[in-house]
């Protein structure tokens, strides 16, 4: 099982931009997917993108296409989440998470190994 510890979070004005990273500890970081995930306010969590095992594949919701770049490193057991032009439906808890399936997917049920998640806030 892996270890896993977002930071990056914090407030940030809308158009503005903000880097989450995923600090893994344990074995076996470069066997899995890795996800970001949110819980905006009363919601539920969503998917928001994830990237292969290699690092060399990634997808990303509608949402945040265009706007947000997910990478991993599997040398330095981290991986990341660059997130530019912030509008405020980007707030939320920001979690990452870790798969072993065969394929990368944002589906729920695959991760079973997740951070204790990083406050996100787009507001002026």
């Known amino acids: 099982q892996l270890q896993l510890v977002e930071s990056g979070g914090g407030l940030v004005q809308p158009g503005g931009s903000l880097r989450l990273s995923c600090t893994a500890s344990g074995f076996g970081f470069d066997s899995v997917h890795i996800a970001w995930f949110r819980q905006p306010p009363g919601k539920e969590l969503e998917g928001v993108s994830c990237?292969?095992?290699?690092?060399?594949?990634?997808d990303y919701v509608d949402s945040v296409k265009g706007r947000f770049t997910i990478s991993k490193d599997n040398v330095k057991q981290m991986a990341y989440l660059q997130m530019d032009s912030l509008i405020p439906d980007d707030s939320g808890v920001y979690y990452c998470?870790?798969?072993?399936?065969?394929?990368?997917?944002?589906?729920?049920?695959?991760?079973?190994?997740w951070g204790q998640g990083t406050q996100v806030t787009v507001s002026s």
């Open positions: 990237v292969s095992k290699t690092g060399l594949s990634a």
């Open positions: 998470a870790a798969s072993r399936w065969q394929l990368k997917s944002m589906r729920l049920g695959e991760y079973s190994d």
